[in-house]
């Protein structure tokens, strides 16, 4: 059974930092993309953050670009998310997203709160 799990979410005041992570069962972890999406009230989804299968290829969207950290753990079969300098308008649900890639197999988690006090 796919699982992934996230966790580490929570209130936090703006300029503080969290540190997401999500853990995965069920599937090949390195044969996917690991990505965290987030998706705050009344927005559409947006992805933050992709790392590729070996964990170089890194890739950030420009709101979080320079905050936001993204890496994998291939041995424990784990993506973490770790966000500094937060600001009011990062919060959202973040969700764990694994993609086979070439429009294959996805999987979600459940997602994480996130809430950015001002």
């Known amino acids: 059974q796919v699982q992934l799990v996230e966790s580490g979410g929570g209130l936090v005041e703006s300029g503080g930092s969290l540190r997401l992570s999500c853990e995965t069962s069920g599937f090949v972890f390195t044969n996917y993309i690991m990505k965290w999406y987030r998706q705050a009230p009344g927005k559409e989804r947006e992805l933050v953050a992709s790392?590729?299968?070996?964990?170089?290829?890194?890739r950030y969207s420009n709101a979080v670009q320079g905050r936001f950290t993204i890496s994998r753990d291939n041995a424990r079969d784990r993506v973490t998310l770790q966000m500094n300098s937060l600001k009011p308008e990062d919060t959202a649900v973040y969700y764990c997203h694994a993609d086979l890639g070439t429009g294959g197999v996805v999987y979600w988690g459940q997602g994480t709160q996130v809430t950015v006090s001002s």
């Open positions: 790392v590729g299968r070996v964990g170089r290829d890194r």
